[in-house]
């Protein structure tokens, strides 16, 4: 078990490093080749689309192939998907890549969640607010590297490195039984019956509303910045502190949870992050500004996916969990994947800063409404 988890949070860590570093390459990516802002939402819906269609399957090909195998195959793709943006020669190729990691992310992340959130069920919150943690600290250094090697190496090298460092994952999750021929009883899954309870329901609903704002602010708010004259290695550090603080607030709002109200939970911090979000784009410019509301921006918005996934899997079985779980990542990522390439097309009809000033407060009333209008006895 030590391994399976320290490999699987490996790989979440080494996907989460290519995230944010690729949030603040977008600028250098854009200028070499030339790219529209619809192009470059692009790349990250085909990586998305991937991520939702496979990880609305996992479960089912999970309990048809065994999950450590689907979770070991899903780590070697992530990790050869990033290095393989180092080479890239062309956009088609940056798509194809991006479709390729999408794949692996969607075999590997639901096995991270639905691993931890079953490991101490007494404190799923505080599990799968730890998995969050790791996946901020990912950003964190994806950030830092990302924005001090852009100037002198190039965009490049930090994927080469994330490649590197994410091939130690699979190393760790492999395991010689994968052919095993030893046959075990494995429960049908009937995903009707999960939509039919209601805390799976409001969790898949408002994990939709709630991921939106996340993808907006690590996809555009670095072209944002970048407009108001925040130089690239301060645009680093603003999101270096907005991945810190969503690693802090995902593990204190994860536990936060598992001793008070879920829905009173998920209200507060989306109230809180759609005020933030309103004044990071009419606030003063100074960049101390900027840093504050960046971390605040993290603090709350990286504790949603912990918050819902606690959510449903709180109301499923043990056996359900990885189906579950996929499924609430799918409706995230579903989310993901309309979110940047929306923007960018809305981007030339009003403006970036319009655009940003409306999108995100107005996801998260979405978010509040659905916890306020799909209320249950069980948060």
Known sequence: MANKILGLLLSYTTFAAFRFSSSVAIPEISKEFELKSIE???IF???????????ALVGKLSLR???????FYGSLIVALSILAFYFTPSYISLLIFSA????GNGLMVPSVYSTLGQWKPKFRGLMLGLANTVYSIGGIAGSMITGLTTIIYGWRFSFLTYGLFGLAAPLLLFNPSFNSKVKTLRPKISYSSLFKRKSFLKAYIGVFFANIPFLIIVTWYPLYLEDIGVS???IGLTFTLF????AIGSLFIGGISDRFSKDKTILLTALIAAISS???????????VVFFLSSVLGFTNFAFWPLFLSLAQSSVSKEESIAATGLIQNSAIIAAMIAPVAIGALIPLLSLKLSLLISVPLTLLLTMLTILLLKDDKS
């Open 40 to 42: 470059i939402g692009l």
């Open 45 to 55: 819906t085909i990586m998305f689309l991937f991520m939702a269609i496979t990880m």
């Open 65 to 71: 192939f065994g999950e450590n195998k689907i979770t």
């Open 100 to 103: 390729l990691l999408g794949f």
């Open 232 to 234: 690239i290695p301060e």
């Open 243 to 246: 991945s810190l603080f969503g």
């Open 278 to 288: 309103i004044y990071f784009v009419i606030a003063p410019h100074e960049l101390i």
